[in-house]
T-cell receptor, first 114, second 118 residues
Framework: QQQVKQSPQSLIVQKGGISIINCAYENTAFDYFPWYQQFPGKGPALLIAIRPDVSEKKEGRFTISFNKSAKQFSLHIMDSQPGDSATYFCAAQLTLASGYALNFGKGTSLLVTP | DSGVTQTPKHLITATGQRVTLRCSPRSGDLSVYWYQQSLDQGLQFLIQYYNGEERAKGNILERFSAQQFPDLHSELNLSSLELGDSALYFC?????????????????FGAGSRLTVL
């Protein structure tokens, strides 16, 4: 069972446009919500993250919006650039007594056209 | 280079065989995680170790096993391989903590090991 649902599966945006990727979760025990960016042939790398007590976090052109009541969060990429073309994964972390479990969405393949 | 080293990068084997994937975590990281990435399932959490001890288990098949050694490197053993086991296997590491600590768990991923089962 996928604990984090991500959409869309793929996205094509023109250079300069806004890319929006959405995620939803059910488990209210999740306590940390990172986004990872993966380029072809590479492993995922942390892009930006948010805690559930914050509604928005911005780092440069990347913004996470978090809606705790709706159990949804999204990534906005402003002024999208061809170099942003990658696969983006949202994730939700569960802190256990013995460690952590990070559950990923299925990923969104973003293509930014020139 | 993320600092997490995975070997081999590519592996082709036959059904029924057994393979071992190796991971060296980033210097200073005590936790190691294994993930399986396939086209239809995305990144699936398999298992986590902290300082040699198993800490969390995800969707890991009984045919798969892992361990973390005293030098903190980890191995993922896949046996009785099936066609459906073909995937990218990622190792990630983090500083981790023995317990708790929200936000203290930033994962650094290796480049992955691509397994093809024929």
């Amino acid at each position: 069972q996928q604990q984090v649902k991500q959409s869309p599966q793929s996205l094509i945006v023109q250079k300069g446009g806004i890319s929006i990727i959405n995620c939803a979760y059910e488990n209210t025990a999740f306590d940390y919500f990172p986004w990872y960016q993966q380029f072809p042939g590479k492993g995922p790398a942390l892009l930006i993250a948010i805690r559930p007590d914050v509604s928005e976090k911005k780092e440069g052109r990347f913004t996470i919006s978090f809606n705790k009541s709706a159990k949804q969060f999204s990534l906005h990429i402003m002024d999208s650039q061809p170099g942003d073309s990658a696969t983006y994964f949202c994730a939700a972390q569960l802190t256990l007594a013995s460690g952590y479990a990070l559950n990923f969405g299925k990923g969104t393949s973003l293509l930014v056209t020139p | 280079d993320s600092g997490v080293t995975q070997t081999p990068k590519h592996l082709i084997t036959a059904t029924g065989q057994r393979v071992t994937l190796r991971c060296s975590p980033r210097s200073g990281d005590l936790s190691v995680y294994w993930y399986q990435q396939s086209l239809d399932q995305g990144l699936q959490f398999l298992i986590q170790y902290y300082n040699g001890e198993e800490r969390a288990k995800g969707n890991i098949l009984e045919r798969f096993s892992a361990q973390q050694f005293p030098d903190l490197h980890s191995e993922l053993n896949l046996s009785s391989l099936e066609l459906g086991d073909s995937a990218l296997y990622f190792c990630a590491s983090s500083v981790g903590r023995a317990s708790g600590g929200v936000g203290a768990n930033v994962l650094t991923f290796g480049a992955g090991s691509r397994l093809t089962v024929l």
